[in-house]
Each structure stands twice: as structure tokens, then as C-alpha cells.
């Protein structure tokens, strides 16, 4: 079975400034695939980025980038340039491959002020 | 290219009555999932199916659940003599064939039950 864990229920950041959201999960899979989503306000959950755990190189996109520590089992977000559209619930999630079921951590509030 | 859409997008209803949910996937996606998100959680997997076929589910889907998708193409989940321990939202997500590990959500169906 797979968990994933995020310590950190809420956050804060100003505008413009760069924020690390923190993520451990745990598998005795070797194939797998770690994922962050973005659920705003209205509740609609949006995939922000993906990562392949065979693939060393972290993934990017945009503003958004990843930190993947295999041996640690870890997998943390980093925000940069914050916008106040990027205030959300972020959800650290992982899969075992093409057609499983994702299993979420708890989340973290993400509030950005100005 | 249109989301997943569910129907409806909130429902109240009383202790012991039936409910229907509908999801209907990205076009051209095989894979269809259900989950169940309380307030304050991450998703929790409910069932998964390819095309028309129900492939898992979980131990939190009891007798009461049962889900169903006819043609492989939208998808229902009825929940019989609703319990109030069922209000939730529950979250449709879908994944295309190429990229089996991504799975894209809809707003979700918010249940209440009084």
C-alpha cells in the first residue's frame, strides 16, 4: 500500500516571494508516479505538475517546480514568484502506473497575501 | 476539449432516500475513477473502471455504492439508504489511454444528507 504525507496543513507567502510545500510518501512499488494538485476555492481539482519516479531529473513547468529525493521518499513543490491565484489547497499525491488509483495526502492550505 | 462534468454539482437530500450521481469523462477517455473527499481530507479512491469494465474497488465502497458505466462512456454512482456519515463531495476523474497515470477531475458532486 501507498501513503504519502504532508506535515504542513497550512501556509503563507507573500506575493512574488517563492514557497516550498513539503511532501514524504512511501512504496514498495519500483514504478511509480508522484503528482501535485492544485484545488482553488471553487474545489476543482487541477493536476499542476508530475513527476516519474524513474526520471532523475525534476520536473518543471512554468513557475512550478519539484524537488524529488527517491532514497528520502520525498517530493516538495516549490512556488516561485507566488500569485494570489495560487492561493488553494495543494494535495501531494502518487500512483503505481498507467491505470491506479491515486492516493492523496492530507493537503496543505496555501494562503498568498499581498 | 471540455472537462469532466458531473450532474448535479450539489445535492441534499434526507436520511434514508436514494441518490444518483452522473460523470461524464473527456471524451475519448478509457479510464474512469470515483472518489470521496470530507471536508479537510485529501480524495479517498472509491472504484475505477476501463471502458464499461469495474476493475477495483475499495473496501470503503459498502453494499449501499453501487457504480455503474454502460457504454464505457459516462458513468453513474448510486448510493442507497443514504447514512448522514455519506455527505461528501464526491470527485469523477477520467485518463486518457497514452497517459494512463493522469487523471483529470470534475467539480464534483457535493452531497448532504440531513
Known amino acids: 500500500a501507498q501513503t504519502v504525507t504532508q506535515s504542513q496543513p497550512e501556509m503563507s507567502v507573500q506575493e512574488a516571494e517563492t514557497v516550498t510545500l513539503s511532501c514524504t510518501y512511501d512504496?514498495?512499488?519500483?514504478?511509480?508516479?508522484l503528482f501535485w494538485y492544485k484545488q482553488p476555492p471553487s474545489r476543482q481539482m487541477i493536476l499542476v505538475i508530475r513527476?516519474?519516479?524513474?526520471?532523475?531529473q525534476n520536473a518543471t513547468e512554468n513557475r512550478f517546480s519539484v524537488n524529488f529525493q527517491k532514497a528520502a521518499k520525498s517530493f516538495s513543490l516549490k512556488i516561485s514568484d507566488s500569485q494570489l491565484g495560487d492561493t488553494a489547497m495543494y494535495f501531494c499525491?502518487?500512483?503505481?502506473?498507467?491505470?491506479?488509483?491515486?492516493?492523496f495526502g492530507t493537503g496543505t492550505r496555501l494562503q498568498v497575501t499581498l | 476539449d471540455t472537462g469532466v462534468s458531473q450532474d448535479p454539482r450539489h445535492k441534499i437530500t434526507k436520511r434514508g432516500q436514494n441518490v444518483t450521481f452522473r460523470c461524464d469523462p473527456i471524451s475519448e477517455h478509457n479510464r474512469l475513477y470515483w472518489y470521496r473527499q470530507t471536508l479537510g481530507q485529501g480524495p479517498e479512491f472509491l472504484t475505477y473502471?476501463?471502458?464499461?469494465?469495474?476493475?477495483?474497488k475499495s473496501r470503503l465502497l459498502s453494499d449501499r455504492f453501487s457504480a455503474e458505466r454502460p457504454k464505457g462512456s459516462f458513468s453513474t454512482l448510486e448510493i442507497q439508504r443514504t447514512e448522514q456519515g455519506d455527505s461528501a463531495m464526491y470527485l469523477c476523474?477520467?485518463?486518457?489511454?497514452?497517459?494512463?497515470?493522469?487523471?483529470?477531475f470534475g467539480p464534483g458532486t457535493r452531497l448532504t444528507v440531513t
Open positions: 473502471f476501463q471502458n464499461e469494465a469495474q476493475l477495483e
Open positions: 476523474a477520467s485518463s486518457p489511454r497514452d497517459r494512463g497515470y493522469e487523471q483529470y
Open positions: 513527476q516519474e519516479a524513474y526520471k532523475q
Open positions: 499525491a502518487s500512483n503505481t502506473g498507467t491505470a491506479s488509483k491515486l492516493t
Open positions: 512504496t514498495s512499488e519500483n514504478n511509480y508516479y
